[in-house]
DNA sequence: CGCGGGTGAGACATTCATGTCTCATGTGCG
DNA sequence: CGCACATGAGACATGAATGTCTCACCCGCG
């Protein structure tokens, strides 16, 4: 068997697989295992020989969400210098993430209402903590707890991802809409 | 047959199946026809006498959510007063419906990518509109479109709302995260 | 050349939600 | 009382998605 010696190369395929597989959920939710092989030009056989069902392929999507992000948060160099600058590298840099992440957070709530993976409390409180460190450093407002602030930055940038797709946002917008809400909110402020 | 004369009691009925059936596929939005039925207290059979299909209970529950948002809009009385206090009023007049909001956004968002309702149209005008003229006034800023800034607004009265149900956000705070992140952002601003 | 592993195509059983139908019950009203 | 209508219970057919299986094919490699 050429499992072991290539398994590299397998992974490959996987990566493109699930890479298909999201662009795929992304635009269409509720695409069947069928679509997600089409799209991906293999069998639905083949794809049921890499992920055992729908969960599992679903699970994995979860597992490559969670590592784009790590990577996004990595990227943003989040421990690093201004808080909200801080932000807003991470809004662009997950800002491509959007639309994937939207299917992520969806398929969370419709099928797990009240449990979550435990993967995703790693990235909320990575999140979390840059919001922390804003609020130690004087740079945010402390009367919104970090969770919720964590939780208000999934929400904009999946909907902004959403408001694109339905050509309610222009796409050369979205990164600066979506920071510019999050950090300044609405009113009109006597700074800057 | 009475159909005519009790015509307005089967709408106190069908008000309430809605109602309860909002309930229900706002805790678990995959619920089916059976469990909706059951949590009525009538039979399936019954719930197909005042729905044809799903489709039709949907569509249903759509024009009620439309119809909740319409009066929370009249009643925050959106075009008197501060633009900000404007928007205060409406996100607490909205608060009780975010949940089922919730439900709606995600059910479009799954089944209908692209289009959407002539119904929706109209509230997001009027929503629209008070931005608008928060900015006309001098109260918000300018460099956010009124149409971004409605979408925010779902989208954050939605994620409290998940957030509230996860126990990541106490239910007494839920409207002032809102309404503060929304009106203020993040940072830290000079005024008060 | 011949072999083996991976693949595509498709048949098949299963499950689940849905929609439709029938029939028995029950309740109110004449 | 007896009739009409709404309801509840449940059988039934349908369709869709899923998961499993078999078989033929092809491609690389010995």
Redesign the pocket.
């Known amino acids: ?3 072991v010696r290539y398994d590299c190369l397998m992974s490959l ?1 996987r990566e493109e697989l699930l890479s298909t597989a999201a662009d795929v959920l992304t635009r269409r939710p509720t695409s ?3 679509d997600i092989a089409k799209a991906a ?6 794809l ?2 890499h992920f ?4 599992a392929l679903v699970r994995a999507l979860e597992q490559l969400g969670l590592r784009h992000l790590d990577a996004a948060l990595d990227a943003a160099r989040t421990q690093e210098g201004d808080a909200a600058d801080a932000v807003r590298r991470l809004i662009t840099e997950t800002e491509p993430l959007a639309g994937f992440l939207g299917f992520l957070v969806t398929e969370n709530q419709l099928f797990e209402p009240g449990e979550q993976h435990p993967g995703w409390t790693r990235i909320d409180e990575r999140i979390s903590a840059l919001f922390q460190r804003g609020q130690r450093e004087g740079a945010f407002r402390i009367d919104l707890s970090p969770a919720w602030l964590t939780e208000a930055l999934y929400a904009l940038i999946t909907a902004s991802a959403w408001a694109v797709q339905d050509g309610r946002v222009a796409a050369r917008d979205s990164v600066r809409m979506t920071t510019e809400l999050l950090l300044g909110g609405v009113r009109r402020s006597s700074e800057e």
Do not use: C, F, N
Request: glycine share 10%; no cysteine.
């Open positions: 068997m050429s499992h395929d069947s295992m069928d030009g293999i069998s639905r056989a083949t049921h020989r055992a069902g729908r969960e």
